[in-house]
């Protein structure tokens, strides 16, 4: 019989410490339902989603049930958008969002992402009217996330596209004001996207995956937060050691989840991306894991190689407890997402710049950072554009969600609720990128590209 | 399928024979049960066999977790595999 001790440690994970299963999130391939006529690929949309991910919710609740183990989010990922934007004669392909939010009202997905466009080397056909019309697609549905990738190691950085993101990050915060900005909580600026990543906002289905597969998101700071609590570590190899062998007990349940899932909706497993992402929920914060490290709070120096170590364990103890891992795991540091990132924020302990070393050696990048209402597209623009270039540079996944406080300045709070959070507004640097955004036109792909 | 009971809470008086009766009253099988004391703290752990159960999985962990709560006992009953895929390689 398996072990009284570790069956109470599964229990205690579970109950005390906020283990979870964060998603589980069906991608579904839209290729086939391309159509010269917006309206007719909306309906075709809005069937073959909802044909295929009909049990999704409730499958997710049985194994809930059955294992005891909780599933938080059920969702969905598409095609990006703009690629069925292309063959479209119309301007109005906000319509593919609203078809997009009807399905994932209709089945009970909490968000369903893809409303995205892959331009890092250039726009195609549809491109273009997608990042036009983002603001108002966001404002306009409920569970619509969109993501737009705009550099890569291989491609460099296409900062045309960066300049239209800033703009974008701005309007949709402003069509948003009254919901407390939350559209720009919606909407991600990626270097280096993976295709296969099962969180939102950034979560789309690749052009390179199959029809319909199952990823899963696993959760668990609290978890590995406790473990290093509980254990005296001597020395900060046992310190990684620890983090390894939480990560993967966490990564083995998720694995048990998309397995069951997969089997269950008869629909290919894709990957368990094994990630620690934390939630607002006192014990389940990145920030106090490296505090419990030995930082006096996060952001203090230190805190970069704290994480960097995170990062690495996490990985290493994950990926030999799934078959198939992806998506972007690690440790994600969203500020208002995460009591102890907010709290050191309020300290003054931690600022833009040091979340920017963070996100050098973190899973992704600046996430959830709430900035003056009074920021210009252009600085919002070279903050991405900083942030592709460690991505570029690094050959990591970076990226930029900022959430502009309309009406609102550095001090004040922006409130979400739920598993967004709330976050003090930040200060950013002083200076006016302004000349440099306009200039336009690409950043070359750097010599790392050059592999072959 | 198997499952496993796990019953944690203040020791007192006849736990076992609540659980067990209750398990019994639904056909499900115990097949091992290990428990321990530490201090006054009662842990115990039945691994059960519920093919033959007469209620639905979710009603037979809400019929337990009812009793759990009635005896001040926290009461968790799970899929077997959670715990073999955890712990074992």
């Known amino acids: 019989m398996i072990e009284t001790k570790d069956i109470l440690e599964t229990i205690n994970m579970i109950d005390n410490e906020n283990l979870d299963v964060r998603t589980i999130t069906m991608g579904i391939s839209l290729i086939d339902c391309i159509d010269s006529d917006i309206d007719k690929a909306c309906d075709k949309i809005y069937d073959k989603i909802c044909r295929y991910a009909q049990d999704l919710v409730k499958t997710g609740e049985d194994i809930t049930r059955e294992y005891g183990i909780p599933i938080i989010n059920k969702r969905i990922s598409v095609t990006p958008v703009a690629i069925l934007a292309g063959v479209c004669q119309t301007q109005k392909i906000k319509k593919f969002a609203v078809a997009l939010d009807r399905a994932a009202d209709t089945l009970g997905v909490n968000f369903i992402g893809g409303y995205s466009a892959l331009v890092e080397k250039g726009f195609a056909a549809g491109d273009y009217a997608l990042i036009e019309s983002i603001p108002e697609a966001l404002a306009e549905t409920k569970r619509v996330c969109s993501s737009v990738n705009i550099g890569s190691t291989k491609a460099g950085i296409n900062m045309d596209a960066v300049k239209m993101m800033g703009r974008a990050v701005v309007d949709t915060a402003k069509l948003t004001e009254n919901d407390n900005c939350i559209g720009a909580a919606k909407l991600v600026t990626f270097c280096n996207a993976v295709q296969d990543n099962p969180f939102m906002a950034g979560a789309f289905h690749g052009v390179g995956e199959a029809d319909c597969v199952i990823n899963v998101g696993v959760s668990g700071p609290g978890v590995v937060r406790a473990a290093l609590e509980k254990n005296e570590c001597k020395n900060i190899t046992e310190v990684a050691d620890l983090v390894k062998r939480t990560a993967f007990k966490i990564t083995r349940m998720g694995q048990l989840v998309a397995k069951e899932a997969s089997q269950r909706l008869s629909v290919p497993f894709g990957i368990v991306d094994l990630s620690l992402a934390p939630t607002p929920a006192v014990g389940d914060s990145v920030a106090h894991i490296l505090e419990e490290m030995g930082l006096e709070i996060c952001g203090c120096h230190g805190t970069t190689a704290a994480l960097a170590l995170l990062n690495d364990a996490v990985k290493k103890g994950g990926v030999m407890a799934s078959s198939h891992v992806g998506g972007l795991s690690g440790a994600f540091i969203p500020v208002s997402e995460d009591a102890g990132m907010i709290d050191a924020v309020n300290k003054k302990a931690l600022d833009i710049t040091k979340l920017e070393a963070m996100t050098a050696v973190c899973s992704v990048g600046l996430d959830m950072l709430v900035i003056p209402g009074d920021t210009t597209p252009e600085v919002v623009s070279a903050i991405i554009a900083d942030e592709a270039a460690i991505g570029m540079i690094n050959s990591k996944t970076t990226a930029v969600r900022v959430i502009p406080a309309i009406g609102r300045k550095a001090g004040d709070t922006l409130n979400f609720g739920g598993l967004l959070g709330s976050g003090p507004v930040m200060d950013l640097r002083i200076g006016n990128p302004e000349k440099f955004i306009n200039l336009g036109g690409r950043i070359p792909a750097p010599l790392q590209s050059l592999k072959n | ?89």
Do not use: W, Y
């Open chain 2, 1 to 89: 399928m198997k499952a496993v009971i796990t019953v944690i809470g203040k020791d007192s008086v006849g736990i076992l024979s609540k659980v067990s009766t209750a398990c019994a009253d639904v056909g499900v099988n115990i097949i091992e049960v290990t428990q321990s004391v530490l201090q006054d703290m009662f842990a115990m752990i039945m691994l059960a066999q519920i093919d033959k159960a007469t209620v639905a999985f979710d009603d037979l962990v809400k019929k337990l977790d009812a009793l759990g709560s009635e005896n001040n006992l926290k009461i968790h009953v799970m899929h077997e595999d959670i715990f073999n895929s955890m712990h074992r390689i």
